[in-house]
Antibody, heavy 124, light 113 residues
Framework: EVQLVESGGGLVQPGGSLRLSCAAS????????MHWVRQAPGKGLVWVSRINSDGSTTNYSDSVKGRFTISRDNAKNTLYLQMNSLRAEDTAVYYC?????????????????WGQGTLVTVSS | DIVMTQSPDSLAVSLGERATINCKSSQSVLNRSNNKNFLAWYQQKPGQPPKLLIYWASTRESGVPDRFSGSGSVTDFTLTISSLQAEDVAVYFCQQYYSVPFTFGPGTKVDIK
């Protein structure tokens, strides 16, 4: 069974840091691009970041660029999101998600599956 | 950035009746090289992560009931639930994966009338 399990969320003060992890199982992790998507309480979905299969290419939304860093450890089947300089508006459930389909030449970035999410609350 | 809009914001449909959700992108998400629309639909129930329903605008994900169907092209798309069941109560989101940043519509809440 394909599974993604996030951890590392919690309460942090504005300006603080947090590192999220996403443990993957049930598929060849090193073959897939991976993403972080967040959802503020009662709000919609916002894509945050993606990383390619070997970790050499990353992309970020403008709202987190320069503050967040996505990375992966393919030997540990784990995705990470290092979040620095956190702001109140970063408060959200953070989901990791797998890219829907990759072949030898392309990856197509619908999201499937999703983890259950981990809640990050930025507040003093 | 490609802006995604959805209509209506919410709708209430009787059990067994049809529900139709519209999604519009601010620019084309049709890739001319493979003639595919880079558009997906998700269902999110309270307290759960989103679940993929449709990709390539009209390809149903494995295991998704055939009462769910997607249609449309270029900038205008529709998700149809042909016969609403109680378990379909949820928020539905569209998403473009044509270009970074990948963007979602604001969601449409579907309830039972």
């Amino acid at each position: 069974e394909v599974q993604l399990v996030e951890s590392g969320g919690g309460l942090v003060q504005p300006g603080g840091s947090l590192r999220l992890s996403c443990a993957a199982s049930g598929f060849t992790f090193s073959s897939y691009w991976m993403h972080w998507v967040r959802q503020a309480p009662g709000k919609g979905l916002v894509w945050v970041s993606r990383i390619n299969s070997d970790g050499s290419t990353t992309n970020y939304s403008d709202s987190v660029k320069g503050r967040f860093t996505i990375s992966r450890d393919n030997a540990k089947n784990t995705l990470y999101l290092q979040m620095n300089s956190l702001r109140a508006e970063d408060t959200a459930v953070y989901y990791c998600a797998r890219t829907g389909y990759c072949n030898s030449s392309n990856c197509y970035n619908w999201f499937d599956p999703w983890g259950q999410g981990t809640l990050v609350t930025v507040s003093s | 950035d490609i802006v995604m809009t959805q209509s209506p914001d919410s709708l209430a449909v009787s059990l067994g009746e049809r529900a139709t959700i519209n999604c519009k992108s601010s620019q084309s998400v049709l890739n001319r090289s493979n003639n595919k629309n880079f558009l997906a639909w998700y269902q999110q129930k309270p307290g759960q992560p989103p679940k993929l329903l449709i990709y390539w605008a009209s390809t149903r994900e494995s295991g998704v009931p055939d009462r769910f169907s997607g249609s449309g092209s270029v900038t205008d798309f529709t998700l149809t639930i042909s016969s609403l069941q109680a378990e379909d109560v949820a928020v539905y989101f569209c998403q473009q994966y044509y270009s970074v940043p990948f963007t979602f519509g604001p969601g449409t809440k579907v309830d039972i009338k």
